[in-house]
């Protein structure tokens, strides 16, 4: 059994994917508890905290069904460090349709490692080699070459493989995630009612450059968040400009923007958002008010440099 930790450090974002009553839902359950459990269908999405052999994961388990596969499986892939996606290898009806959604996966995050779980190897189900061909696995290399890619057979009922395949899992998600990084150019924190708490512009761009790329649409990306924020969704999102792209990660109280360059890793610079918003939400949620004065926070100079420095050292570079 593996722990589930709730800690204010780095966490790699994995996306679990599949179609519905594939037993993705039941996986993360036996992963937290190392026992099976019927679980129901996950409504829009689960996220769970997982740790793996010293590296903490945050699981995205993205509901199967039809609706949630179109509203928002291609936001989450794409901004993910990893892809397990789950077949029911005892239900051949709808494997055709699995094996399609497998590949939108993989075209929408072209480099992320792929675990692929045939569940329910317990039950009668398609040989391995049979479901290697149905899944067009051998063409993978030719569409991404240098992704890392794995098929196992499992049961999440009674445990065959699983753990065998997360340590595989394990291992290349930390061989890709060293080969990472951003380059920062600013980073914004706002409370969730809209007001801004910190701030650094680290760009060194002419002001004509940038009043005519990255501001407009940072406030314009602002301007729709916000507009969102009261609502249930917890998700990320971003925008692209011509320079630089913007990642805005939400949660319970805070709200924090990322502006990277346009050669920057997006799902790296999620995880960094992440980290900062979980940082101070959870490290010290209550110490936010020592730093407000006359209802503006104040935080020291350059906190959020010396955090980012410390926390993701040669991942993360600062523009001067």
């Not at 997982?50 to 994961?57: A, S, V």
């Not at 499986?73 to 005892?90: H, N, P, R, T």
């Not at 969102?228 to 925008?239: F, I, P, Y």
């Amino acid at each position: 059994m593996y722990n589930v930790q709730y800690l204010p450090r780095k966490r790699i974002p994995i996306v679990i994917v599949g179609l519905e009553f594939a037993g993705k839902s039941s996986f993360v359950l036996r992963l937290q508890t190392g026992e099976f459990g019927k679980t129901l269908p996950t409504t829009g999405l689960d996220t769970e905290m997982l740790e793996i052999q010293g590296t903490l994961f945050q699981l995205f388990d993205l509901g199967g069904q039809e609706r949630f596969r179109e509203m928002f499986w291609e936001e989450y892939v794409k901004l993910s460090q990893g892809i397990v996606f789950m077949i029911d290898a005892s239900d051949l009806e709808k494997l055709d349709v699995s094996v399609e959604w497998l590949w939108k996966c993989l075209e929408w995050n072209p480099e992320a490692p792929l675990m692929i779980l045939a569940n329910k190897a317990d039950l009668t189900h398609m040989e391995l080699p049979k479901l290697i061909d149905k899944v067009k696995l051998r063409n993978l290399p030719h569409q991404s070459p240098t992704r890392s890619f794995q098929i196992f057979e499992i049961s999440v009922k009674t445990g065959l493989n699983i753990y065998r395949a997360l340590n595989w899992f394990s291992q290349k998600i930390t061989i890709s995630m060293s080969k990472k990084y951003i380059k920062i150019e600013g980073i914004y924190l706002f409370l969730r009612s809209g007001m801004p708490i910190a701030s650094h512009l680290f760009m060194n761009q002419p002001k004509s450059a940038m009043d005519n790329d990255i501001v407009p649409g940072f406030l314009n990306a602002i301007d729709e968040i916000a507009r969102g924020m009261m609502g249930a969704t917890e998700g990320l999102d971003s925008l692209i400009a011509e320079n630089y792209s913007i990642v805005i990660v939400k949660k319970k109280t805070l709200l924090c923007a990322i502006i990277v360059d346009n050669k920057s890793d997006l799902s790296l610079a999620r995880m960094v958002a992440e980290s900062v918003v979980d940082h101070l939400e959870k490290t010290f949620p209550q110490e936010l008010n020592k730093y407000q004065t006359n209802g503006r926070y104040l935080f020291p100079k350059n906190f959020l440099v010396y955090y980012l420095q410390q926390e993701f050292q040669d991942q993360v570079g600062i523009s001067t």
